[in-house]
Nanobody
Framework: QIQFVESGGGLVQSGGSLRLSCAAS????????IGWFRQAPGKEREGVSC????????YYTGSVRGRVTVSRDNYENTVYLEMNDLRPEDTAVYYC????????????????????WGQGTQVTVSS
């Protein structure tokens, strides 16, 4: 059974940092591009970052570029999202998922390209 589990969310003050983890079981993460998405209350889910299979190249959406770093630990079969200088507008539930249609993250790709969504981890940034 394939399962993704996100963790590492929490409540932080504006300007703080968090490191989110996406641990996979049932598949080898390095075979897939892995995306991070977020969904705030009353808003549509949006892509945040994507890390490519094999070479680890990354894509970041404009609102987080320069504040967020995505990485993967193939030994631990885990993808991380390091978030710095957090802002109240970063408040959302963060999800990870595997892209089944592309291995290279030139851009996020659409949500329907992704599968094996985890349950999400809540990030709350206070002002």
């Amino acid at each position: 059974q394939i399962q993704f589990v996100e963790s590492g969310g929490g409540l932080v003050q504006s300007g703080g940092s968090l490191r989110l983890s996406c641990a996979a079981s049932g598949l080898t993460l390095d075979d897939y591009a892995i995306g991070w998405f977020r969904q705030a209350p009353g808003k549509e889910r949006e892509g945040v970052s994507c890390v490519s299979a094999s070479d680890g190249s990354a894509y970041y959406t404009g609102s987080v570029r320069g504040r967020v770093t995505v990485s993967r630990d193939n030994y631990e079969n885990t993808v991380y999202l390091e978030m710095n200088d957090l802002r109240p507008e970063d408040t959302a539930v963060y999800y990870c998922a595997a892209n089944l249609m592309r291995r290279l993250c030139v851009q996020m790709g659409a949500s329907h390209e992704y599968a094996y969504w985890g349950q999400g981890t809540q990030v709350t940034v206070s002002s």
